[in-house]
């Protein structure tokens, strides 16, 4: 997630006058089907890197901290992320409220549950206890994530709860939001392993390859989306 932040305002700002422009032709029931289905991959994607337990990124960090001092198994993650979650929704909802939508609603239902299901179905699924087994379910589970989260971006109805943190604390700061960023990561990444977190290679990759990866899809996602709005 920390390359991921990097790029939103990026994103946001690239693809800010294309919304605008389709903003009266858009199909607002698909805008929120799409996010749903983002919403499913995110967890997805967030299921197959926790399954692999070869680390996670920034807030699978954390997620995994909390649910490793509470001695939840493995498959509870997603029950952590709803709960984490609503607690800065309530944040932000009696702070900021301008950035508690449906796309962060539709978000915090979906993602939790996702990641809990791809969690355990693959614990019942894969019966090969391997590295070389385990880092392609990682890396799979950040290519999913990834999409997911270049969907989200692109169909842009919303902002994910940890998101909407880090606009509050940069309106609150006047700092800037890349500072705010990258400092928010490695606190939650810290808290996360002084909460007993697994780190690993997949910690690295998720952080080197989220951003280029989501940019890329965010790109691709938002020309086949209006391009398909206009065509209409």
Known sequence: MFVFYLNYDYLQV?????????????????DILLTAFAALLCGTGCGF??????????IGTLYDGIRTAFNLSLDSIGTVSMCLSVILIIILFFIKRKYVSIGTLIYFLIYGVFANLSTAALQRIITEDSIPVKATTGILGILILSFGLGIYIAVDIGVDPFTGIILLITDITHKKLEIIKIIFDIITIVIGILLGARIGALTV??????????????????????????SI
């Open 205 to 230: 990759i998720a952080t080197l390859t989220e951003g280029p990866l989501i940019a890329f899809f965010t790109k691709k996602v938002q020309a086949f989306y209006f391009k398909k709005i206009r």
């Open 49 to 58: 890197m926790n399954y692999a337990s070869l680390g996670m990124d920034s």
């Open 14 to 30: 690239q693809f800010y006058n294309v919304c605008m422009k389709n903003k009266n032709t858009r199909n607002y029931v698909i």
